[in-house]
Nanobody, 124 residues
């Protein structure tokens, strides 16, 4: 079992920045690919970013590439999402998730564990 707890969401003006954190329980954090997804009201959940088990590889949705940075600290059992140059379209609940599969980190249904989400609201 893995428990994931996100933090760092909030209300920011367009152009601002946030850093989301996701703390994981357990001693096997480094054996999971970690991902961030988001879901806006009335929209489907969408992939945002993922990082490989070692942190050596990262993956991004085209809509966030160049603005978002995912990273992980396998000592602190934490994955981060640095969000810069926020736009109103980034408004959503952001979820972190973990998967033991390395097949396709963009596929949400491959993820085994999910956090409760943290709200990000961008005002124009």
């Amino acid at each position: 079992q893995v428990q994931l707890v996100e933090s760092g969401g909030g209300v920011v003006q367009a152009g601002g920045s946030l850093r989301l954190s996701c703390a994981a329980s357990g001693r096997t954090f480094s054996t999971y690919v970690m991902g961030w997804f988001r879901q806006a009201p009335g929209k489907e959940r969408e992939f945002v970013a993922a990082v490989s088990k070692s942190g050596g590889f990262t993956y991004y949705a085209d809509s966030v590439k160049g603005r978002f940075t995912i990273s992980r600290d396998n000592v602190k059992n934490t994955v981060y999402l640095q969000i810069n140059s926020l736009i109103p379209e980034d408004t959503a609940v952001y979820y972190c998730a973990s998967t033991s599969s390395s097949y396709n980190p963009r596929e949400w249904d491959l993820y085994d564990y999910w956090g409760q989400g943290t709200q990000v609201t961008v005002s124009s």
